[in-house]
């Protein structure tokens, strides 16, 4: 293991040039608390949905309401 932004070419354990290469491994997360207040939950979600079906809703009778040619 060494960091990504180090460059190894020579292998160290058997001493052979130019044998390594690089390779994807497991990424590291780092999970934080989350403030209380926060609205991670789904509630701004939630909020932002029932606004939006009302307007829709308004929008839908207005568009019965109207004549077309």
Do not use: W
Not at 18 to 42: C, E, F, N, V, Y
Request: net charge neutral.
């Amino acid at each position: 293991m060494h960091l990504s932004s180090e460059t190894m070419f020579d292998c160290v354990q058997c001493e052979q040039s130019g044998t390594l290469s690089k390779m994807l491994g497991r990424p590291t997360i780092h999970k934080t608390q989350k403030a209380k207040d926060s609205q991670a939950d789904g509630s701004l979600t939630k909020k932002f949905i029932e606004e939006n079906r009302e307007i829709l809703k308004q929008q839908q009778e207005e568009a019965v309401k109207k004549t077309y040619e």
